[in-house]
């Protein structure tokens, strides 16, 4: 192994309790199926560095951090919106120009006066997601950041949480991500066994 300053390890796991219906697409058996993805990454930084690396989330943050997230993905929802928008207009405001036909120079205003109205269908298909921000009594410091929304296909629609977890012992910096199909409660549960047992594992780095 190369020497550095920070060592990294991790490992990845994927669950599902029916494979051949992954593969398959078949909207009924898919409704049906179970899905769990989960990343474990262990980051040792150099004890000088701690501060420059690792922020501490402490209970009473949780609250003013969930608030910023949220505004923040909707500021970003708002402006990716915003620029599809833009993108959309200027392409058929170009498109006159390529054509001398009148009926479909017609049928361009009429689709340049309709974005506004497929604009909105667009915003009301998309995810409704938020954040949910909350810290966990494990190790010297530990917090969860809750992804939560709808994701819809055509061929299913189901909740599908997304958990990122921060847990640190000392120097030992331990990130998990965990998502899937399952229910929000099932997989806060799986979070917590791996959470316990990666403070366990890197109890000894502490002060």
Not at 14 to 23: I, V
Not at 73 to 101: C, N, V, Y
Not at 186 to 207: G, H, P, Y
């Given at each position: ?24 697409g ?5 409704s049906?199926?179970?899905l ?36 923040q ?34 049928e ?77 409660e ?22």
């Open positions: 192994m190369t020497r550095s300053e920070e060592n990294n390890n991790g490992m990845m796991c994927t669950t599902c309790d029916n494979w051949a219906a992954l593969q398959s078949e909207a009924d058996v898919l049906k199926m179970h769990r993805h989960v990343v474990v990454t262990l980051t040792i930084p150099d004890r000088d560095r701690m501060s420059k690396v690792v922020d501490d989330l402490q209970p009473e943050e949780a609250s003013p951090l969930q608030r910023k997230l949220n505004r993905l909707g500021e970003f929802m708002d402006f990716s919106l915003e620029a599809m928008k833009k993108t959309k207009i200027a392409e058929l405001q170009e498109k006159p120009r390529e054509t001398a036909d009148l009926d479909r120079r017609s361009i205003q009429k689709e340049l006066a309709n974005i506004p109205t497929a604009m909105q269908q667009v915003k009301g298909k998309l995810p409704k997601v938020e954040v949910e921000v909350y810290t966990r009594d494990f190790g010297d410091n530990c917090y969860v950041v809750n992804m939560k929304g709808d994701v819809k296909l055509p061929e299913i629609t189901f909740a599908a949480p997304n958990l990122q977890a921060c847990l640190r012992n000392g120097n030992a910096v331990v990130f998990i991500g965990l998502g899937g199909n399952y229910t929000e099932q997989l806060k549960k799986a979070l917590d066994l791996f959470l316990s047992e990666m403070d366990a594992r890197t109890a000894f780095f502490r002060n």
